[in-house]
């Protein structure tokens, strides 16, 4: 091999041809054939200049004879001929025709590896130019790909930030009315505590009182009003905290992809920013086979968007979730109202009727008391009466036992007699019918001192429930948690 030439990074060589005969050497051109250095190849030195001089060593040009034959190949030198310095004892070796084809064939020789020298330059010439051109080319498309990449992943990431921030958004505002929910779930417990201690006051009452009126009714009903209204607004709680997982895996999921985006756009950006001159790029042999892919742009968009549809997904059931709660929350609290209200008005109409009773049983008292000051005169007055009978008696049954003495024929049943016997039986008779009279009085008065003991109890009871309905319970009852606590806004 021949020595042609070497580039900054690539040698060219020209195999040599044979020549068809050796020749001797000849003076003129033995610096062209001798002393000529074996090939080594250089190493790759981009510090050297581009310049083929560099790549050879100057050769010695030594005009000396160098007989070279076909007779003299293959022999060592102790059998070659001897050197006789005499010229006259030299014979002619080769002739002059020997020696014009032997320049002919060296020019010849000189211009094939010319031409050959002139095809090779012309060809690595266009080939580099080709060469240049495919890569440039290349790097273009890869350039133009990598900007259609970068295109992409900020496409999915403006979606995945808008359906993060609406997630997020949507993630507050259910938080938001969980916390309503569960301010309006403790507002519900001091009006079911009002109810139940109403009806545990009321159980105080006393005797015919102790009736299972309206008042009770509607107090058994504000109960399960209340009850339930707590039921429900638990399970709109636990449905509340449920989603909220739901939503937060989901806005966990589109962070995670949000964050996988930003990395690779990051990644892809910086590589579609690169140049031939750019800082930091470097050799990584082998890299282009390794494949460390597991996804191809099918999968990869499908991946971000089933992300994308199950956010808005939740993000729906979410909105629902948060309706139907703003609904139960009006509707619980309109129920609470109004039961409220009905107890209150059953309250206060038996308050009245309380009230009246009252009224009347007093009335009735102050009569019974005055009719039985009035029997107990009547009484006094008939024991005056009776006893006021006891002297005309005497004076009678004196006379009587007086005229018993009288002698013989003069014992005469006359008309003072008789009249003395009938004024007796008629005083007795008197006193009787009085007797008679003083134990009925007595009666009617025991039977007025009844009525005034259960009128004076019935006033007491009538009074004790007044003062549970009016004074503890309706007091209790002053104070209602408000439509806006009772929705959970305080």
Known sequence: MQLLGSPLTTTYAHPRSTPTKFLPAISTMASSYKNRLPYYPLPQNFSLPWMPNTYYKTAAIKPTLAPFSQSSQGLTPSKMLPFVPNRTTLFNRYTPDDWYRSNLTNYKESETSRHNAESLRVDTSRMIQDK??????????STKNLGKRVNDIEFWKSELCHELDEMIGETNALTDIKKRLERALAETEAPLQVAQECLLHREKRMGIDLVHDDVEKQLFTEVDVIRSCQERIQQSLDKA?????????????????????QAAHRIDDKCHHLRNTSDGISYYRGVERVDATI???????????????????????????????????AVTANEMWHQFNKVNIAFTNRIAETADAKSKIQTHLAKTLQEIFQIEMNIEAIRKAIRDKGPPLKVAQTRLDERTRRPNMELCRDTAQLRLVNEIHEIDET????????RDAEDTLQMLVHAKSVLQHDLAVKANSLFIDQEKCMGMRKAFPSTARLVGYV
């Open 132 to 141: 240049y051109q495919q890569t440039r080319k290349t790097q273009v498309e």
């Open 241 to 261: 905290k449920a989603q909220l997982v739901s939503n937060r895996a989901a806005q966990h999921e589109v962070e995670r992809d949000l964050a996988n985006k």
């Open 295 to 329: 996804s191809v742009p099918e999968s990869w968009a499908k991946f971000t968007d089933s992300n994308i549809l199950r956010s808005q997904s939740e993000r729906a059931a979410s909105a629902k979730l948060r309706d139907n709660i703003e609904n139960l929350l």
């Open 431 to 438: 006193i009787q019918s009085l007797q008679q009279r003083l």
